[in-house]
């Protein structure tokens, strides 16, 4: 089995693939100080709630964000699961050519995507990530990387709003009623779905010019769900694009072993 860990700057998303079927996933938050002792407990117990020992894994791959949790996360996986786990990374086979100026400040997770995208959905195709911040990947029809567009995530926005406007509650973030709020929670949460399922389609329609191509954009993220109801662009939804695109980036760089690919 796969081990495929996905670290982002609020939350982590672990799968387990065997035979390349996901068969198991989780969702954690991302915790900056912890140790790999402590990562190690987590995960071993998560593992065994779903039925998979620590034996069952026989290859592992890491994207992270969060260049201190990187070190802690390889050591948690070699001393309890007994594997390497491949970090993606400069130097790591994707299969992307990656057209950003210089390609080491492309997110790992961004690769993944795009590498999971084009497999999934073909090129040219946009991806956007609805995580801390809200990013739009470009991929061209010869599967080239190249560039994209990085704003303040949702949920981020609405934090600032409640923490810089002194009179603003924070709220839960759900879909309103209308458009014209008629109290400041309503206001907000039209401000926060409406205002960004317009800016998806305004920054799709632009990616789309500079592209001369039609992409098929698919999102991502713990709000992708939300906003592409109220999106024009959006086709699908796919909220495991990340671990995906880490399950096929392993296969690209080591060898087979029976269940993990």
Wanted: proline residues 6%; hydrophobic residues 40%.
């Amino acid at each position: 089995m796969l081990l495929a860990i996905d670290v982002g700057n609020t939350k982590i998303a672990i799968g387990v693939y065997s035979d390349g079927n996901m068969v198991r996933h989780w969702r954690i938050s991302t915790g900056r100080n912890q140790t790999e002792d402590e990562y190690g407990m987590f995960l071993t117990s998560l593992l065994h709630g779903g039925g998979v020992t620590p034996q069952d894994i026989d290859g592992a791959v890491l994207a992270c964000v969060v260049p201190p949790v990187t070190p802690v996360l390889e050591k948690t996986v070699s001393k309890y699961l007994g594997v390497e786990p491949l970090v993606v990374g400069p130097g790591v086979k994707t299969g992307i050519n990656i057209k950003y100026e210089n390609p080491k400040e492309v997110g790992p997770d961004r690769i993944a995507h795009a590498v999971a995208a084009v497999k999934k959905y073909g090129a040219p195709v946009v991806i956007i990530d609805f995580g801390t911040a809200t990013t739009f990947d470009a991929v061209s029809a010869k599967g080239e990387y190249l560039g994209g567009i990085i704003c303040p995530g949702i949920l981020t926005s609405l934090e600032a709003l409640f923490e810089k406007a002194a009179k603003l509650p924070r709220i839960e973030l759900s879909k309103p009623r209308r458009a014209i709020g008629r109290t400041s929670a309503e206001s907000m949460q039209s401000g926060m779905i409406y205002g960004f399922a317009g800016m998806v389609d305004s920054m799709v329609k632009r990616l789309a010019a500079e592209m001369r191509a039609k992409p098929y954009v698919v999102a991502t993220g713990d709000l992708a769900e939300t906003v592409s109801q109220e999106s024009a662009s959006i086709q699908a939804v796919d909220p495991f694009l990340a671990l995906d695109g880490l399950r096929l980036i392993h296969e690209m760089n080591v060898p087979a072993n029976p269940g993990d690919s």
